[in-house]
């Protein structure tokens, strides 16, 4: 089977005047990285895309994330080759094309470089082009007929997040207070480095020494460099983390787990 792919980042007007979306609140609802049909038409049809397993796509600051986008679809005749275009906001824009696997299914890969890539027209991936990305694909079946979908699927690109916890003094008598403190940073793909992500709702959870289940204990907001503190009493050994659900531009991190021994 052959198969080749080319990626490109550039405006979208480079692309027969395709606008990619533009950023999205963090409060977005972003369409579906997976989608199927039951049926098989005798016509070409589209009947979803998965992006990265499902997943959303986290890009640190210096490491390149591939991923693979499969298109699925239909066609009497069997497809057989794809054009795919990953477009995002401040037009964002991938694109490959592929030869089709199988009748039903087309799958390239993407590779994404938060530094400056000299072997990818020397762009670099801004803080701008994080949050809700779109798939669109033009596909070809063996029988010479072609089939272009706009918005076949989507998916997060997104920065990744590291999230730090210290619960003290350890041990600790039962009954005397506990501090946890912490910081929750997000990669910057402007300065490749990690910063504080502020204004951000953070809870504190609490896991029993002989429990596997963690429960929320309070709710905080980082500060002005994404600092978190707060003070709990001492009642049984376990553990202390923060953890932080993620936004549209940013994912989700849970920190590793601190224990305290309470005598």
């Not at 080759?81 to 401040?90: K, M, Q, S, T, Y």
């Not at 490749?192 to 959870?205: K, N, S």
């Not at 553990?239 to 305290?260: H, Q, S």
Request: hydrophobic content about 35%; glycine content about 10%; proline content about 5%.
């Amino acid at each position: 089977m052959t198969r080749h792919a080319v990626v490109a980042l550039t405006l979208a007007a480079a692309v027969g005047g395709l606008t990619a979306p533009t950023a999205l609140a963090d409060s977005t609802p972003v369409p579906s990285s997976t989608s199927s049909a039951s049926t098989v038409p005798t016509d070409p049809v589209i009947t979803g895309v998965t992006v990265n397993g499902g997943k959303d796509v986290v890009v640190g600051t210096t490491e390149r994330k591939t991923f693979t986008v499969t298109v699925h679809g239909s066609d009497d005749s069997g497809l057989h080759f794809a054009d795919v275009d990953l477009l995002g906001p401040n037009v964002g824009f991938y694109t490959t094309d592929t030869f089709c696997e199988s009748a039903t299914a087309c799958t390239t890969g993407f590779t994404v470089d938060p530094r400056r890539d000299p072997y990818n027209e020397g762009f670099d991936l801004s803080n701008a082009n994080a949050g809700a990305w779109y798939v669109d694909t033009l596909v070809d079946t063996n029988d010479g007929t072609s089939l272009y979908t706009r918005h076949a699927g989507g998916f997060r690109l997104q920065r990744a997040a590291r999230l730090t916890v210290n619960a003290a003094p350890e041990p600790v008598a039962k009954g005397r207070t506990i501090t946890v403190t912490g910081k929750l940073t997000r990669a910057n793909w402007d300065s490749y480095r990690y910063a504080g992500y502020t204004g951000q709702t953070v809870t504190l959870q609490f896991r029993p020494k002989n429990s596997d289940t963690y429960t929320t204990v309070k709710t905080l907001k980082t500060d002005g460099t994404g600092n978190l503190r707060t003070t709990v009493k001492a009642a049984t050994d376990g553990y202390w983390r923060w953890n932080f659900a993620g936004t549209t531009t940013t994912a989700p991190k849970k920190a590793t787990g601190d224990y305290v021994d309470v005598r």
